[in-house]
């Protein structure tokens, strides 16, 4: 069955500094998200991205988070100066075209830790 | 604004007993449901779907759910329950358009005691 491929698994990274989640869709899908979980709590919509550009995003994706699909298969998530309050685990989804008979996969997550 | 409930934060039930995990949602046309499974510090695996039809769902690992429209609700059940299966469980709604996004619960945590 295919999946959504996210790397790295586990990420440590320092307050400020900049960090670049990974994720590899499948490969016939269109639509692709961000969510993020904080530990303990729910999971949170912050991005879909359709077409080449972001179709909406969360008041939680301010100007500190951009997106990219920069070759047509890998599509990334960007914080640029991270905060303590990013630390999550952040899972990418992908979904074919219409929600009608698909559902969503989504990867095994990137575990955001801001220190 | 679409919006999904889980009344039950946690649930403690013994392996062998039948399970049902309550779900509510709010919104205005006909829902996309979902039911996803998340065991300890991994992914969301889906359980289950309904976007239309038969208002009796069969899911994975023995899973089903029951769309209700006069109650607004879309229950997981389990007739008997397996030690593997306790894990946090997540019920989801998502609207239609382009954006296609999933609005989750805020989860049930499902623990089996022998």
């Known amino acids: 069955e295919p999946e959504v491929t996210q790397t790295p698994s586990h990420q440590v990274t320092q307050m400020g500094q900049e960090v670049i989640l990974r994720c590899v869709p499948i490969?016939?899908?269109?639509?692709f998200y961000w969510y993020r979980q904080i530990l303990g709590q729910k999971v949170e919509f912050l991005v879909s991205f359709y077409n080449n550009e972001i179709s909406e995003k969360s008041e939680i994706f301010d100007d500190q988070f951009s997106v990219e699909r920069p070759d047509g298969s890998n599509f990334t998530l960007k914080i640029r100066s991270t905060k303590l309050e990013d630390s999550a685990m952040y899972f990418c989804?992908?979904?074919?075209?219409?929600?009608?008979?698909?559902?969503?996969?989504f990867g095994s997550g990137t575990r955001l830790t801001v220190v | 604004a679409q919006s999904v409930t889980q009344p039950d934060i946690h649930i403690t039930v013994s392996e062998g007993a039948s399970l049902e995990l309550r779900c509510n949602y709010s919104?205005?046309?006909?829902?996309?449901l979902f039911w996803y499974v998340q065991s300890p510090g991994q992914g969301l695996q889906l359980l289950l779907k309904y976007f239309s039809g038969d208002t009796l769902v069969q899911g994975i690992k023995g899973f089903e759910a029951e769309f209700k429209r006069s109650q607004s609700s879309f229950n997981l059940r389990k007739p008997s329950v397996h030690w593997s299966d306790a894990a946090e469980y997540f019920c989801?709604?998502?609207?239609?358009?382009?954006?296609?996004?999933?609005?989750f619960g805020t989860g049930t945590l499902l623990a089996v005691q022998p």
């Open positions: 490969s016939n899908h269109l639509y």
């Open positions: 919104y205005g046309a006909t829902p996309y």
């Open positions: 989804a992908s979904m074919g075209q219409g929600a009608r008979g698909y559902g969503y996969t």
């Open positions: 989801a709604v998502a609207r239609g358009g382009a954006t296609n996004k999933l609005i």
